[in-house]
């Protein structure tokens, strides 16, 4: 059975913009992949159609069939993680095995103080108008 | 006030929710458009399935060896589809299936022209609202249970009342896709509605 993992290193999941980071990656495939490459991607959510970008590529060469990979990753400035009533800006890590197409996903946010934007009032909790 | 990456109505998952069938399965759909030559129309109001239902046809026609083909056209985007046209038409063998969802936004004659130049597929595929130009494959149409059903999928147990599905079924006059949307916007202003969801996430 095919598993991947990510992970970052300090257990985190959320970070500051263009901040740095170091994610362990871990594989055990039941073939040789072609490629194995972690993406750093958003994804909006919400009540329109659902777009979605791919930010960063980081090929991992001569992966094998199983290992793990300490990697840094540069993040983004902008845009921020961010959270509406009609839409959601999602950044998340993603591991990808190629031909097979097995992959893993967590999901990390990108904000000032390190805590989703959110379009809305809330009590307690960092708000801009919607 | 939800987020609306929580909200239980947010777009993709409603598009995780696959055709279901109230008198009819996979495999005396499949009978039936073979029986039809791969010539045949999905006929049905909006909301009730057409293009869940082409998808996941799609997927069952390549399985059996089919290059499909899709095409979409809607009130917004009506043109003669000139280019997927002029892409196809030289290529196009008994093989090749066309999948045209939103015949109707073709005139008579705009869709004979259609007919004509993509006459050597091996199928053709479309939906329309009301039967006509191939013979009816299927007749989509929801019910009151379907929808409460496809609901209770997206939003289990869901905290809904019976009686606000009623009402938003009958006001859509059996467009799931118009009722889920209005959906959408109670459990945004409702937090009550997102209660199993961000329960079980532990958010």
Sequence with gaps: ?130 | MLRARDNPFAVERVLRLRYQFCNNDWSSLLQRLQSLNYLATIVGPKGSGKTTLLEDLAERLKARGFRVHRLFLNEQSRAYPTHFVQNLRDSLGEHDIILFDGCEQLSLPAWWRFRWETRRAGGMIITKHRAGRLPTLIECRTTRELFIELVGRLHEPTTLAPDTLDRLFQKHHGNLRDAIRELYDLAAHEPGCSRTRESSDGR
């Design chain 1, 1 to 130: 059975m095919n598993s991947l993992a990510i992970q970052t290193c300090d257990g985190r999941t959320t970070f500051a913009p263009a901040e740095t980071i170091a994610v362990d990656v871990q594989w055990e495939l039941a073939d040789e992949p072609e490629s194995l490459e972690l993406r750093l991607v958003w994804n909006t959510s919400g009540k329109g159609q659902t777009d979605i970008g791919v930010e960063k590529v980081i090929p991992l060469d001569a992966p094998g069939m199983s290992g793990s990979r300490r990697l840094e990753v540069d993040l983004p400035a902008a845009p921020y993680s961010f959270s509406g009533k009609l839409v959601s800006l999602i950044w998340a890590l993603e591991l990808v095995a190629k031909p097979s197409e097995d992959s893993c996903r967590t999901e990390i946010t990108i904000a000032p103080g390190q805590c989703e934007v959110l379009l809305y009032r809330e009590p307690n909790k960092q708000t801009v108008d919607e």
